[in-house]
């Protein structure tokens, strides 16, 4: 099991930036894929971001591409989401999810075997 704990949401101005957080426990941390993905009110969760078990290659959602960027300290067992340049269209709640390291897209949430509770990320326009 891997427990995930989202951090760092908020409310900011369009324009500014925000660092979420995922903590993980429980299995090695440094054996999963890390994902970042975000459902608004009345949307389907979309991806954000994912980051190998290395962090040595990285997936950006186009609409994001640019603005943020994914790491991961397997160290200190978290991974981060630096966004930067944020709009209004960014509001949603944050989702870190861990994958297992197999042969499978970074960029589907059901390929994800945890997930952590969520962090709200508002922007004001």
């Known amino acids: 099991q891997v427990q995930l704990a989202e951090s760092g949401g908020g409310l900011v101005q369009a324009g500014g930036s925000l660092r979420l957080s995922c903590a993980a426990s429980?299995?090695?941390?440094?054996?999963?894929?890390v994902g970042w993905f975000r459902q608004a009110p009345g949307k389907e969760r979309e991806f954000v971001a994912a980051?190998?078990?290395?962090?040595?290659?990285?997936l950006y959602a186009d609409s994001v591409k640019g603005r943020f960027t994914i790491s991961r300290d397997n160290a200190k067992n978290t991974a981060y989401l630096q966004m930067n340049s944020l709009k209004p269209e960014d509001t949603a709640l944050y989702y870190c999810?861990?994958?297992?390291?197999?042969?499978?897209?970074?960029?589907?949430?059901?390929?994800?075997?945890?997930w952590g509770q969520g962090t709200q990320v508002t922007v004001s326009s």
């Open positions: 999810a861990a994958k297992r390291p197999l042969a499978t897209a970074q960029n589907i949430g059901p390929n994800y075997d945890y």
């Open positions: 429980g299995r090695t941390f440094s054996n999963y894929a």
């Open positions: 980051i190998r078990w290395s962090g040595a290659s990285t």
